[in-house]
């Protein structure tokens, strides 16, 4: 069934049709009726997806202690701005460590919540105590000056940014939209015609097999240029789905890397449940990292979030288990470290990218010299 408000945004398009961009935009964020913004459990097992961040606090106590280092280490300000976080766990768990690790520290700390969902919003404020010191802004125009050095995080943030969607057939590039005809919602193709896709085809030197289709991440490339800018000093952490230019041959990506997820089951057609499930797509690894690094970062390392973690010295974390009981603390621990640092575990799907300006810390930080 369509939406209301999409059959209605859809009818009056020109032409009567959305670009794969406009579409998500649409079914996502949409101010009453979008997925994200929606008040609809999205995490955990009564909601779509699960994130890493999620799993376990070990993820959050991993950061911490990471991040504990890295403010004593440096001149950078104890500030920690969380863009999209989701429901609030992963500063919930980070805040609670964070105090044990370093009281005087955490008494000069300012963790900055950017949130365009007014409902993820209430869940941070239901998750995370009063007590705490966060601030909570809809945007990162709305932050104050004096926040713009810190550690910025992010994860899953890139990969539910609209993207555009092309295909090549018969030795022509194409684009996809999305349209409505009898049956409903259903796709059309025509000549490419985006000047802001041709470019970005073009620079990066793109080349496609008969029947190919792909992703082209722009609002990743603007939304990378303001973070970029933002953050006059400091980190920025990305944790998200990624794949290099060379892997976009790959016969298991012909299809591209759009996909939903709708209660847990991965669903290949993304004009299904619109604005009833999620959308992602894999970002453009190469891209992403080239555009921080033109912003003036250092590149200091991209990293499988298995790799990334026991670099970061998740494996202190374990505990002897010598409990019986499999549904103990101690269990449910170990358990959640082996699940996110398997070879075969989903959480290894997933890339960690480190840019720093104005510092040089991070490789000694997630990779230690022998002592």
């Not at 939209?177 to 059309?188: A, M, N, P, R, Y």
């Amino acid at each position: 069934m369509i939406p209301t408000f999409l059959q209605e945004q859809i009818e009056k398009a020109p032409g009567e049709k959305l670009d794969f961009a406009e579409y998500m935009m649409a079914v996502l964020y949409h101010p009453f009726e979008g997925y994200y913004m929606k008040p609809k459990n999205k995490v955990g097992t009564k909601g779509d997806f699960i994130t890493t961040s999620n799993v376990h606090n070990v993820y959050g106590k991993l950061f911490a202690k990471l991040l504990v280092k890295y403010f004593n280490e440096t001149e950078i300000p104890p500030v920690i701005i969380e863009v999209g976080g989701g429901n609030g766990r992963f500063a919930k768990h980070l805040l609670e460590e964070f105090k044990l690790l370093d009281g005087p520290l955490y008494g000069r700390l300012t963790y900055v919540m950017v949130e365009t969902s007014s409902y993820h919003i209430h869940l941070q404020k239901t998750t995370i105590p009063d007590s705490e010191p966060v601030s909570y802004f809809t945007s990162l125009e709305d932050v104050p000056e004096s926040f713009r050095k810190g550690v910025l995080f992010s994860n899953e943030l890139f990969d539910a940014l609209p993207v555009h969607v092309i295909e090549y057939t018969n030795g022509t590039l194409k684009e996809v939209f999305v349209t409505i005809e009898e049956e409903g919602l259903t796709e059309k193709s025509i000549q490419l015609e985006n000047v802001e896709i041709q470019a970005y085809i073009s620079k990066y030197k793109l080349t496609f097999s008969e029947g190919q289709r792909m992703e082209i991440p722009l609002a990743m490339v603007d939304y990378a240029n303001i973070i970029g800018e933002w953050l006059l000093a400091g980190t920025i952490i990305t944790v998200d789905y990624g794949y290099r230019f060379s892997e976009l041959a790959s016969q298991d990506l012909m299809e591209g890397s759009l996909r939903g997820y709708y209660q847990h089951q991965l669903i290949k057609d993304p004009l299904k449940y619109p604005a009833e499930m999620d959308l992602t797509s894999h970002i453009h690894l190469d891209t992403l990292e080239g555009r921080f690094e033109g912003l003036g970062f250092s590149h200091a390392g991209t990293m499988r979030q298995g790799e990334f973690l026991v670099a970061a010295g998740i494996l202190d974390y374990l505990q002897d288990n010598q409990d019986p009981n499999p549904f103990s603390e101690k269990s449910k621990q170990n358990r959640a470290i082996r699940t996110l640092i398997m070879d075969g575990s989903w959480s290894n799907s997933f890339h960690v990218l480190i840019h720093e300006k104005g510092t040089n810390k991070w490789k000694k930080l997630i990779n230690p010299e022998p002592q």
